[in-house]
């Protein structure tokens, strides 16, 4: 039996060093792993991992939110681990489906996380509709100012020669925020 860890980070900012830690520290003999990837359907990694599993081996993970996007896709890869008689582990939760109780522990871990992400969502959402009704401006900052536009407008039509990338270079933007920006 082979032990083959997954771990996973929202962001690039994040770090993998705790969660490899603790797969290690579990004897996992392959890690595979996903960075910047949050709750999107493909991720190489987690793929990887499965495609890896043979019958008799544990899938382990550090936390059960670092696998799953939803509780259907917890459900249906609890499915497939079963199927071909794979055994699942999460350790910061001591979840083990080779039990009937920690296969319905797994269960009830991945609704309340479901319902957590649907909860953040929910209150995102609220704060930033609030938000806006309060005149924030939302997302990121304009790379130019209105009055850089108007100045690059001026400096393309007293100057045609002038390239949009030299344009850029002085604003310090791409030539295609700087197109954008433009309206050209």
């Not at 996903?34 to 008799?56: T, W």
């Not at 009937?100 to 957590?116: D, H, S, T, V, W």
């Not at 007293?158 to 050209?184: C, E, H, M, N």
Request: charged fraction near 25%; include cysteine.
């Amino acid at each position: 039996m082979a032990l083959i860890g997954y771990a996973r980070v929202s962001t690039e900012e994040q770090h993998l060093d705790l969660q490899i830690d603790a797969l290690e520290q579990a004897g996992c003999e392959r890690i595979f792993t996903d960075q910047g990837l949050s709750a999107i359907a493909k991720r190489p990694g987690f793929e990887q991992a499965l495609e890896h599993l043979k019958p008799g081996d544990a899938f382990v993970i550090w936390k059960m939110d670092r696998a799953f996007r939803s509780l259907r896709h917890a459900l249906d890869t609890l499915e497939f681990f079963e199927q071909r008689n794979i055994q699942f582990k999460a350790i910061t939760e001591s979840i083990d489906t080779t039990t009937p109780m920690g296969k319905c522990m797994y269960q009830i871990r991945n609704a309340f996380a479901e319902l957590e992400r649907n909860l953040i969502s929910e209150r995102t959402s609220a704060g930033m509709k609030a938000a806006k009704k309060r005149g924030a401006k939302l997302g990121r900052p304009k790379a130019l100012s209105d009055a850089q536009i108007t100045q690059a407008k001026s400096i393309l039509k007293a100057q045609p020669d002038t390239t949009l990338t030299s344009l850029a270079q002085k604003y310090g933007v791409s030539p295609k925020t700087l197109r954008r920006a433009l309206d050209i």
